[in-house]
């Protein structure tokens, strides 16, 4: 079975909102980090944000005032809700869990992983 569902995504213009959900079993859920990563056409994976398990949140410089992220815990569920959408945000939008939200995110500290949704806004 798939640890992490990823689901919201789709296709909206500039300056459109989406909002992304993430679905994960409770022991996943609980992992000291969870955190948005997107890769877009030609490019590396990066982390978009991400959530310590103390409620702290970190958002990369692009995204930052745009995205925001929360959780649900009774339901187990992770968003971005993404507004003002630009063209730069287009891509795959990956969960991942792991256990610390390093100084530096990096994709090798991720244990957990959705399949990703997609995300275009043209």
């Known amino acids: 079975h798939v640890q992490l569902v990823e689901s919201g995504g789709g296709s909206v213009q500039p300056g459109g909102s989406l909002r992304l959900s993430c679905e994960a079993s409770?022991?996943?859920?609980?992992?000291?980090?969870m955190a948005w990563f997107r890769q877009g056409p030609g490019k590396e994976r990066e982390w978009v944000s991400a959530?310590?398990?103390?409620?702290?949140?970190r958002y990369r410089d692009s995204v930052k005032g745009r995205f925001t992220i929360s959780k649900d815990t009774a339901k187990n569920l992770f968003y971005v809700q993404m507004n003002s959408l630009k063209p730069e945000d287009t891509g795959m939008y990956y969960c991942?869990?792991?256990?610390?939200?390093?100084?530096?995110?990096?994709?090798?500290?991720?244990?957990?992983w959705g399949q990703g949704t997609q995300v275009t806004v043209s």
């Open positions: 991942a869990a792991g256990p610390y939200c390093y100084t530096k995110l990096s994709v090798r500290n991720f244990t957990y």
């Open positions: 409770g022991y996943i859920f609980r992992s000291s980090c």
């Open positions: 959530l310590r398990s103390d409620g702290s949140t």
